[in-house]
């Protein structure tokens, strides 16, 4: 297959942080032309079966998905999961235990936020939540928008919710040599996401592909929602340059929040390998 696919291989639904459904997912993929794509929920694989049903029941191909995260040198981080067994029992296991911190750390930024006046953000976040394992920022976000505290969720994470604002309440993740290992053990690939997101160092972002190559990593973003033309260049040349394959996804999460919709990125630059090549045979 070449680099001329429209696959979309990262987005949210209910059973994480996004609003839509996999069945309501797979269907606006479709009518945007998806061929193949992938359900990546946050630390989550319980929408998988649904989710390739769904694709199939659209005419898409699929691979399993997830999206991990992990702590590297002070900051979270998300490692991508594609085409692994999504009845493997150490990735289900692992998964659960990195979900089970997000309960107290909810109810650390509830406290957090009533201390600068905004009271039942807890319950107001719950309200959004489908799986009660995945309270995330996002869900406070809603919640905080919903009140009239500020006007989008971006400008919730830009005043709440981000590293040292009042919302804010610091966690350890996963590792990256246990997410990775969780993914390729289960026979699928790590991919890591949307790296310019990050505010890593030169130095930081080398060791994180050097390490996550070492670890058994194969893969990076470099066409996602949250880079912009010229990071597809940049993280194009770090593909080339630490020998990894490439991945395309929109980080697709809601119809009212998300500015790039399902199917709607550019393709993959030449030159690289694209994951669904290294995957064919993981391709449900
Ligand atoms: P959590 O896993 O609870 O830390 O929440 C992380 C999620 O918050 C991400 O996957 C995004 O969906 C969302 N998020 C993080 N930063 C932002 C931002 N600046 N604007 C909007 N959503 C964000
Ligand atoms: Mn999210
Ligand atoms: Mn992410
Ligand atoms: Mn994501």
Redesign the pocket.
Known sequence: MSSILNADLHC?SVVS?GTLTPEELAARAAVNGVELWALTD?DEIGGQHRAAAAAHAQGMKYLTGT?I?ITFAGQ?V?IVGLGFDADDERMKQGLHQTRGG?GQRAMDMSDSLAAVGIRGAYEGALKYVSNPELI???HF?RFLVETGVCRD??EV??KY??EGKPGFIP?RWATLRDAVSWITDAGGMAVIAHPARYSFSANEEYALFSEFKSHGGQAVEVVTGSHTAAEYVRYADMAREFGLAASRGSDF?SPD?SHTDLGTLPYLPGGLTPVWELLANRIQ
């Open positions: 949210h942080d946050h999206e995260s979270t998300h997000r995330s920022r996002t976000a969720t971006s994470f830009r919710l981000t966690h999460h929040e």
